[in-house]
Structure formats: structure tokens, C-alpha cells
């Protein structure tokens, strides 16, 4: 499929981190001579930075247009006196956000992953995993294009899964505070157990899947708790819990920086694997049911490929970085 005229691919993460930076900096009053010339020498580098810088500028335009509408003193000075670049940005976010600035075009855009990470107590970029211990000794893995928060207090230990997959080992809490995992759909609460959940933008809901122990799960607005046991994965929508069913453990493997698959199609092959590339990544219809079978690594795209046009009758067809397409060979 060609490209047609004026279509984009997106813009890396690690860019929109950057020129956040950048931006920060600029809006500072501090930024010397010799960081200018950085700055447009950065902006010129690559095609995909100047578009971010330009999101940028659009952003701040948007919050001077609307800055009539700060009621809060705090946010008025948060706007006009952002004095040092490693300002808390999720703080400065929020505030903002809060005001009504950056608007629902900003916060509901297709590419507006950027601002809700920098509003998460957790995040992973595409292609990017994390691990971490909190403070009660809970250890959670976060897989790639993940948005987490933490909120702990008196009386619950509280996880919310906005986006993505995250794994999660729990650890006893001597004041005995239930830990409860929460998404758009779905309330959990482990009984002393390792599970994961997962939540895309695809309009599916929430899965869990509970490697050890049971996790009791019931819808967020309330209702009658399903318990799921071990080996075993549960959908949850926004209306039911859907019966559990054999948990496929190889799903995990992504914690060890794997892929896993045993006679998989190369389609649903391919569709897992575009969760941790920037970009476009498809499989033609004539290779689409190809079978394979494996351990591919998630650190290594380019050996991933490899691996495939050795064992499989296909060709890696690149029309840009971000385009690549699986066809017959």
C-alpha cells in the first residue's frame, strides 16, 4: 500500500521527551545563546523533531488564546513563571489540566500518549519495559506503552491501570491494607498471588490472567465477585465478567524480554509485535496464516526479522523506518 501524500508517521516518544525538554527550557527565560543555537540545530537534525517543536508552539498559542480562563493563582503562576527546567512536569500538567487548558483535543488526541505519561506515576514508552518495587514491598513489571498510578493510604493500596499491561508479585502489608488493582472496567483484588493485567484502547476491556494464588474480580461500579484461580484469564467489560478460561503463561514472556510462540500466525504474530515498534508494521494477506514457533527477542528488532525470512518463506519490505510490511518472498 503506497503512502499517500501528506500521511505522517508518528513521532517517536523518546522525541516528544525531548522537545518537551526543549520547550521547557525556551518557556523558562533562561535558555542561553549557546542552548539557541543547540535548540535549531536540534530542531534541523530531523524531520521528526521540528514536527514536535511545532506541536509545541501550537500548544503554547492554544494556552495564551485561553489564558483568560486560569482562575486558579496557582496555575496563573505556574503559566507565566516556569522558571526551572526540571520543574515537576507532571505537576505543571496537571495544574493545567485542572484550569481546562490543554482542552479535551489534547487529552483525547490519537498521539496524546505523551501528555498522559507525563501525568502517570508510571510509564513505559513503545517498546519500552520497566520493573519497580513499591513501597510496601509489591513489585510490579510494566510492559511497553503502559500508564500507571499508585496511590497508597490509610486504608487501601490502590493501582490504577489506565493503559497497558503491567505484572504483579504482592507482598503482605503489615497494617493490613487491601491492595486493589483498578481500570476503566474492572476491579481486582488479589488474595495473595502474581497475575497480570492488561487494558488497550481496542474496546475489548480488561484482562486478567493470574499466574499463582486467585484474584477476585468484579465490575468497577460494583457487583458479585468472579475469583479467578491459577492458569486461568478472565475478560472483563464494561457491563460483565466473562467466564475464565486456561491462561496461555507464555503471554508473560514479554518480563524476560521475549515473544513467545508455538504454531501462532503470522498475522497475530505480527499484531504483537507492532505493540513494542513506532510505527506501522503489517503483514500482507498471502503470508497471513503462516505458521511459526519460537522465542524472539523484544530487545533485537532486526534479529527478530532475520529470524523470520530464515524460517519463513517471507520478505521484510521497508518503505520508511516507520513502514514495514511483511510479504511473500
Not at 513499591?134 to 506503552?145: K, P
Not at 486467585?214 to 475469583?227: F, I, M, N, T
Amino acid at each position: 500500500m503506497p503512502v499517500h501524500e501528506g500521511q505522517e508517521t508518528p513521532i517517536p516518544e523518546s522525541v516528544h521527551d525531548q522537545a518537551l525538554a526543549w520547550f521547557t527550557l525556551a518557556q523558562s527565560g533562561e535558555i542561553s545563546p549557546q542552548q539557541q543555537e543547540q535548540l535549531q540545530r536540534w530542531r534541523e537534525s530531523d524531520p521528526h523533531h521540528e514536527r514536535a517543536w511545532q506541536r509545541f508552539k501550537t500548544l503554547a498559542q492554544q494556552l495564551q488564546r485561553r489564558s483568560h480562563q486560569l482562575s486558579s493563582p496557582l496555575a496563573r503562576q505556574t503559566l507565566q513563571q516556569t522558571r526551572t527546567p526540571d520543574r515537576d512536569r507532571r505537576q505543571v500538567l496537571k495544574i493545567l489540566l485542572g484550569a481546562g487548558l490543554l482542552g479535551s483535543t489534547a487529552w483525547q488526541a490519537s498521539d496524546s500518549f505523551w501528555v498522559q505519561s507525563a501525568l502517570a506515576d508510571y510509564h513505559t514508552a513503545t517498546g519500552e519495559r520497566s520493573h519497580h518495587t513499591l513501597a510496601d514491598g509489591t513489585q510490579i513489571w510494566l510492559n511497553t506503552r503502559t500508564l500507571l498510578d499508585v496511590q497508597f493510604d490509610a486504608t487501601e493500596r490502590r493501582l490504577t491501570l489506565r493503559q497497558g499491561e503491567i505484572d504483579v508479585l504482592t507482598a503482605s502489608d503489615p497494617a493490613g491494607r487491601p491492595l486493589l488493582v483498578y481500570t476503566a472496567e474492572a476491579r481486582l483484588q488479589p488474595l495473595g498471588t502474581r497475575f497480570t493485567v492488561r487494558r488497550e484502547d481496542d474496546g475489548r476491556g480488561t484482562l486478567v490472567a493470574v499466574s499463582s494464588g486467585r484474584v477476585a474480580a468484579r465490575l468497577k461500579d460494583g457487583g458479585e465477585a468472579s475469583v479467578i484461580q491459577a492458569s486461568s484469564q478472565a475478560w472483563i467489560s464494561s457491563s460483565r465478567v466473562y467466564p475464565a478460561q486456561p491462561a496461555n503463561l507464555a503471554d508473560t514472556a514479554w518480563i524476560d524480554g521475549f515473544i513467545v510462540a508455538e504454531r501462532m500466525r503470522l498475522a497475530d504474530f505480527v499484531q504483537a509485535l507492532s505493540r513494542y515498534l513506532p510505527g506501522v508494521l503489517r503483514c500482507d494477506p498471502a503470508v497471513a496464516d503462516l505458521r511459526l514457533t519460537g522465542s524472539y527477542p523484544l530487545n533485537d528488532t532486526e534479529q527478530i526479522f532475520t529470524m523470520l525470512e530464515q524460517s519463513l518463506p517471507v520478505a521484510v519490505q521497508r518503505r520508511t523506518r516507520y513502514w514495514v510490511t511483511f510479504v511473500a518472498r
